[in-house]
């Protein structure tokens, strides 16, 4: 038996993340928007690579509370992933490789982070498993296993915290500034890019054109860092409003928590991305 070797290239959700990575970057400097044309005709509507990308959405988004349950909903996306037309798929990634390699520089075009690539490995490596018996079991075996271990990740708010009620009905209502930077979707984008400010736009730039340059991004993080959590504590002091103030008091609790490591990680870009809208908000309210 042989190991799966997983390709990039051949992998529909890598290369989809890499695609709507590339929408923002070409938006953000005016350029042409060669990606949102490539998902248009690689992903559209009745495209096989469509089809096979809504089971790895399915694989990476939903949770269930059981090891068990999650397994048994790896195991029906695998069935349901037999329904595809698997010579079409490949002459589709075919074709949409070759697409990628006429309209941008390869290395480019690989190096931007993906912070999810092992769950994408993982998709991969499975439905490859499905379609050929005699690759390796302990390949396909670690695969499925950091799959359930994903879908069965605990990602509730701990019953025991003791947080006041409005502060959990505003952690509701944030904006998910994650699919905000990375995950949208070509439709939505324009819209909600147009109401980005300078700041976020900035952070947004700064993150995208920097992806091989972690020290200058660390930096630049860094000093917005700095300045934002400045910047919420002196709305704070001259807030009256009790709802404003458990926001601004949350936001810059955990700006406080971020640590600058080697790498600056997605989810501190989010919250970086949620405090510039909270002043963006509080600055419009004010007049």
């Known amino acids: 038996m042989r190991k799966i070797k997983h390709s990039k290239f051949k992998n529909t959700g890598f290369l989809f993340e890499l695609l709507t990575r590339q929408i923002t970057v070409e938006i953000l400097n005016g350029s042409e928007e060669k ?7 690689f992903y559209g509507k009745g495209t096989e690579m469509a089809k096979e990308l809504r089971l790895f959405n399915l694989l990476i988004n939903e949770k269930y509370n059981s090891e068990n349950k999650a397994e048994k909903f790896i195991d029906a996306i695998l069935e349901a992933h037999t329904k595809i037309d698997y010579t079409r798929l490949q002459r589709e990634k075919y074709n949409l490789v070759k697409s990628i390699k006429e309209n941008f520089e390869i290395t480019n075009f690989l190096a931007s ?40 990740s ?22 998910d500034l994650r699919l905000l930077t990375f995950k949208i979707l070509t439709e939505s984008f324009n819209k ?28 630049y993080y860094e000093s917005e860092l700095i300045k934002t959590i400045t910047s919420l ?29 080697k790498k600056i990680t997605d989810g501190q ?9 909270l002043i963006k908000e509080i600055n419009n309210v004010n007049g």
């Not at 990606?35 to 005709?41: L, P, T, Y």
């Not at 019953?159 to 952690?171: G, H, N």
């Open 35 to 41: 990606s949102k044309n490539i998902i248009k005709e």
């Open 113 to 152: 982070p993906v912070t999810n690539y092992k769950i994408l490995a993982s998709i991969h490596k499975l439905f490859e498993g499905k379609k050929n018996d005699i690759l390796d079991v302990h390949d396909v075996f670690n695969s499925k296993l950091t799959l359930v271990e994903h879908i069965s």
């Open 154 to 175: 605990n990602s509730q708010i701990s019953k025991d915290s003791k947080q006041d009620k409005l502060v959990e009905d505003y952690k509701k209502q944030e904006k």
């Open 192 to 219: 909600k890019y147009t109401s980005l400010n300078e700041s976020q736009k900035g952070l947004l730039r700064e993150y995208i054109n920097n992806v091989t340059n972690t020290s200058k991004f660390n930096e």
């Open 233 to 261: 504590h002196e709305m704070y002091k001259g807030m009256k409003d009790k709802i404003t103030k458990i926001k601004l008091r949350e936001t810059i609790n955990v700006l406080k928590k971020q640590k600058i490591g």
């Open 269 to 277: 870009v989010s919250a970086l991305m949620m405090s510039y809208e």
